[in-house]
């Protein structure tokens, strides 16, 4: 029997490769950081059994409908919401995504973007570059706000907002939450407090974002929950960009509603260079770099490929997003 075929969208790591290699033939699109153009994304998902895409590759009824042996898709991330799962379940075809692998690493993101919006990391940076600090020091000079002993709110207490709790209590701060679904058994197993959701915004010296990006959670922060945060508050959102309203954001951060945002994702990514928050100095971005260390990118693709190779044979990946797919 002729062995599967997968494509994968992007240069990869050669263990997770060989991973899949055991039971399938391979191709790699060979662009380093570049998305798949979509034209080549059609062509190349005609005849192959398994997809591998990056979150910034759109994986709906329309591509997979070209896909006629296509029976799984492995995502390379842990939110899914580059793939349109209805589409994929109604085809009978499998999703999967990297759960789990990259919670530290992107709670560590979202720490490190509080610490470095609050203490001016980026804009101190340039103030030594641009040769200022030979002239000036004084004790008012590029003053920042605290994280110790603070308030810190996290919306989404699932496995990354979970994992930003300790780092929290590391740094002796007050953490309240809000989910959908209030857990008092994670209140008493991380010692954290429910709050409403205005009354979270209203409460915390920190917001941090963890939700997954879909129909409820678009535009979670706009205009009304930007004012309902205290003006020497911080925005970090490490979730997906479109969960906060990025309009809205710009106008406060121009206004000063809030102190300032830092931000791994943005709207639209990769970002043009004269996005308009860019020009502001009370906002830090990175592009997308929450799990980006080597360890935790290839525990990412090792998880991948072994969601594929258990699907290509016909058993149950430990990691399906629509099991019901299945039965
Ligand atoms: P998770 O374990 O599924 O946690 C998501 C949490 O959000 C759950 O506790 C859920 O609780 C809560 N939630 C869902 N909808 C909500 C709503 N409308 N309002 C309030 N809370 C809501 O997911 P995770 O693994 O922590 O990942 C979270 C997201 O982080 C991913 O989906 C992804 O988009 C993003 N992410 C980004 C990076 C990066 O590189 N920047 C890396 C990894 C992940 P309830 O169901 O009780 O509401």
């Known amino acids: 029997m002729p062995k ?27 662009g380093e950081n570049d998305p798949i153009p979509r034209k080549l994304l059609k062509e190349k998902i005609a005849d192959v059994d398994g997809l591998l895409p990056m979150l910034t590759d759109k994986v709906d009824g329309e591509l997979m409908d070209l896909g006629k042996n296509l029976k799984v898709v492995s995502n390379y991330a842990v939110g899914y919401n580059n793939i349109v799962v209805p589409d994929a379940t ?5 999703v999967t995504n990297t759960p789990g692998v990259l919670n530290d690493s992107t709670a560590d993101c979202a720490f490190m973007l509080m610490m470095a919006i609050s203490r001016r990391l980026v804009e101190v940076d340039k103030f030594v570059r641009e040769g200022k600090w030979v002239k000036a020091w004084g004790p008012k000079m590029l003053l920042g706000s605290d994280v110790t002993g603070k308030t810190l709110g996290i919306v989404g207490l699932g496995r ?42 209203n409460e915390a010296d920190f917001v941090s974002l963890h939700v997954p990006l879909n129909d409820e959670t678009r535009h979670l ?33 121009r206004e000063k509603w809030i102190a300032g945002a830092g931000l791994d994702v943005l709207y639209n990514e990769p970002t043009e260079h004269d996005n308009p928050l860019l020009e502001l100095d009370n906002v830090i971005v990175a592009p997308h770099i929450g799990s980006a260390t080597t360890d935790t990118r290839l525990a990412m693709a090792m998880k991948a490929a072994s969601n594929l190779v258990a699907a290509l044979k016909g058993e149950k990946p430990p990691d399906i997003v629509n099991p019901e797919v299945l039965e």
Request: glycine residues 6%; aromatic residues 8%.
């Open 4 to 30: 599967p075929k997968v494509y994968v969208t992007r240069k990869f790591f050669d263990e997770a490769i060989d991973l899949i290699k055991s039971v399938a033939d391979v191709e790699i699109f060979e």
């Open 90 to 94: 109604e085809r009978g075809i499998i």
């Open 160 to 201: 990354i907002g979970q994992g930003m709790v300790p780092r929290a209590k590391g740094f002796k701060m007050n953490v309240i939450y809000h989910n959908r679904n209030p857990s008092p058994e994670k209140e008493k197993r991380l010692g954290v407090e429910y709050r409403e959701f205005d009354d979270l915004l």
């Open 221 to 253: 922060i706009g205009e009304r929950e930007l004012k309902l945060m205290k003006p020497t508050a911080f925005l970090i959102n490490t979730s997906r960009g479109p969960v906060v309203n990025e309009k809205a954001l710009t106008k406060a951060l």
